[in-house]
């Protein structure tokens, strides 16, 4: 019984296939899915997709960089003045954090701060761990952190790619490396055997970020390839061969720490 620590089943791309995903990850021993929570219409298919799964999903729910990027000022404040009645159902705040890459535009990083600070807030009062987005602004997401503080409980930085130096900052500030695709990079296996195993989790970022090797079960309508849940087992062969261990323990150990930083109760009533 192994935790996808991150994935996103609720993704309009899987609408039609999620029952089969869902049921290939069972046979692969993937038996329980951590969300991640990008708006507020993604939110509501979350909650729906819980009252179909009970406790087999984890939710999360978070205004993600990318929407604040893309959506009104209004459609924000929407969101925003609503995420409180959707954290009552939640176990963690995210994905929040900065994505200075190529999705956003420089106009948006003012707002991304913004939101990012008002969502750790209200992950400080409400205790919720957090879920951390990150692309090219380590910096400034460790200065925001520092500034406001977050929950002791942590969290994890999803889809982490950094550098053993990055990695450790984070650790030091009491989080955790949430390894995907990236990390079954041939040249990210150094990084892999610096890094403790105490400090990482196993994610698959589906239907994103198909991991390297994988022969794809899944596509959108225009045939492009989708990962899925399953998948994670082949970020869990990458940190294996690293440490030279095998990747039933690996999985065995993220979902220790999943099931910590989330405070899930796997023993089926809860999640
Ligand atoms: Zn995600």
Request: charged residues 25%; hydrophobic residues 40%.
């Given at each position: 019984?192994?935790?996808?620590?991150?994935?996103h089943l609720?993704?309009?791309?899987?609408?039609?296939?999620?029952?089969?995903?869902?049921?290939?990850?069972?046979?692969?021993?993937?038996?329980?899915?951590?969300?991640?929570?990008?708006?507020?219409?993604?939110?509501?298919r979350?909650?729906?997709?819980?009252?179909?799964?009970?406790?087999?999903?984890?939710?999360?729910f978070g205004?993600?960089?990318?929407t604040?990027?893309?959506?009104?000022?209004?459609?924000l404040?929407?969101?925003?003045?609503?995420?409180?009645?959707?954290?009552?159902?939640?176990?963690?705040?995210?994905?929040?954090g900065?994505?200075?890459?190529?999705?956003?535009?420089?106009?948006?990083y003012?707002?991304?701060e913004?939101?990012?600070?008002?969502?750790l807030?209200?992950a400080?009062?409400?205790?919720f761990?957090?879920?951390?987005?990150v692309?090219?602004a380590?910096?400034?997401v460790?200065?925001?952190?520092?500034?406001?503080?977050?929950?002791?409980?942590g969290?994890?930085?999803?889809?982490f790619?950094?550098?053993?130096?990055?990695a450790?900052?984070?650790?030091?500030?009491?989080?955790?490396?949430s390894?995907?695709?990236?990390?079954?990079?041939?040249?990210?296996?150094?990084?892999?055997?610096?890094?403790?195993?105490?400090?990482?989790?196993?994610?698959?970022?589906?239907?994103?970020?198909?991991?390297?090797?994988?022969?794809?079960?899944?596509?959108?309508?225009?045939?492009?390839?989708?990962?899925?849940?399953?998948?994670?087992?082949?970020?869990?062969n990458?940190?294996?061969?690293?440490?030279n261990?095998?990747?039933?323990?690996?999985?065995?150990?993220?979902?220790?720490?999943?099931?910590?930083?989330?405070?899930?109760?796997l023993?089926?009533?809860?999640?």
């Open positions: 019984m192994f935790i996808d620590a991150h994935c609720t993704d309009l791309r899987f609408e039609g296939i999620r029952d089969q995903v869902i049921e290939k990850a069972r046979k692969s021993q993937v038996t329980h899915f951590i969300q991640g929570g990008v708006d507020l219409a993604e939110w509501d979350q909650v729906e997709l819980k009252r179909a799964l009970s406790s087999t999903v984890t939710l999360v205004i993600h960089p990318w604040i990027a893309h959506q009104s000022d209004v459609a404040r929407q969101a925003f003045d609503r995420l409180p009645e959707y954290l009552k159902e939640a176990k963690a705040l995210g994905e929040i900065l994505d200075f890459g190529p999705r956003t535009s420089k106009d948006s003012a707002l991304q913004e939101y990012f600070r008002r969502q807030r209200l400080k009062e409400g205790k761990p957090v879920v951390l987005h692309v090219r380590h910096d400034q460790m200065n925001i952190l520092n500034q406001e503080g977050f929950p002791a409980v969290g994890i930085v999803h889809a790619s950094g550098s053993y130096e990055i450790k900052r984070y650790i030091d500030l009491g989080l955790h490396l390894l995907g695709a990236a990390a079954t990079q041939e040249k990210y296996q150094e990084t892999l055997r610096n890094l403790s195993l105490d400090s990482i989790v196993v994610e698959s970022d589906a239907p994103d970020m198909l991991p390297r090797g994988v022969i794809p079960d899944f596509f959108d309508s225009e045939r492009k390839p989708l990962n899925a849940p399953h998948a994670i087992w082949y970020v869990a990458a940190v294996a061969k690293a440490k261990m095998q990747p039933e323990d690996v999985l065995k150990v993220s979902g220790k720490h999943c099931s910590e930083i989330f405070r899930l109760k023993d089926g009533h809860d999640g």
